[in-house]
């Protein structure tokens, strides 16, 4: 399992010491919120910058944000892989096409309440699809084992397509639910309090993994 861990949860006086606990990881997943999309506010590209700088990880970037289109472009920084946005913010598929431009591989998010069958026609375009088993907005919230039923269908889907994105999962992801993820196909599973909140964040990730 390729695992993100989320840097929402960590310790932003002591952002160095916390990304140097999670080097072991695969990337470092930022989470932009806008605190209209989401009721609630992050970071944003400053922030992201620092953590280009600091980690040698690469980073996915995750916009909970209406207006992704504005944002792009100012999330453009050398380590950042993945620019994921929802369908259901505005303007999606030419923020599609403006990561794409910046040379960025896409990633498509779908919250609880949204079906597949909403991103069905545009597979073809995406690199990831991410599907949110938390209302997005604050991390350590549980684990909706039924979005895993959204999972399963992309895994067909996919093979059905000879497509090859790749299905992350986001929220409430730990050593209690990462079996069920396995299980049902995800390849990419991000993590915020179980890794920051464990003692040994590094164990966290090994057990993930
Ligand atoms: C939720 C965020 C998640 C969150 C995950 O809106 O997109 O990335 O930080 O945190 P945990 O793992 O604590 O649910
Ligand atoms: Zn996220």
Same mark, same amino acid.
């Given at each position: 399992m390729i695992i993100a861990p989320s840097i929402l949860t960590a310790d932003f006086t002591a952002l160095d010491q916390e990304l140097k606990k999670i080097e072991t990881a695969d990337y470092v997943h930022i989470d932009i919120m806008d605190g209209h999309f989401v009721p609630n506010i992050s970071f944003g590209p400053s922030i992201t910058n620092q953590i280009n700088k600091i980690s040698k990880l690469k980073l996915?970037?995750?916009l909970m944000v209406t207006h992704p289109l504005f944002w792009i472009e100012k999330f453009n920084f050398s380590q950042v892989e993945f620019i994921t946005v929802h369908v259901e913010s505005i303007d999606y598929?030419?923020?599609?096409d403006s990561i794409k431009s910046a040379g960025k591989k896409v990633g498509i998010s779908i919250k609880p309440g949204t079906q597949v069958d909403s991103i069905k026609n545009i597979l073809n375009q995406v690199d990831l699809v991410l599907v949110m088993t938390v209302e997005p907005g604050f991390g350590g919230q &549980?684990?909706?084992p039924e979005m895993m039923r959204k999972v399963k269908e992309l895994v067909l889907l996919r093979k059905a397509k000879a497509l090859n994105f790749m299905i992350e999962v986001d929220g409430?992801? &730990?050593d209690k639910t990462i079996d069920i993820c396995k299980l049902a196909g995800v390849d990419m599973a991000v993590a915020g309090s179980f890794v920051f909140n464990h003692q040994n964040p590094k164990k966290a990730i090994e057990v993930l993994k």
């Open positions: 996915d970037v995750h598929e030419k923020a599609i &549980s684990f909706m409430g992801v &730990s």
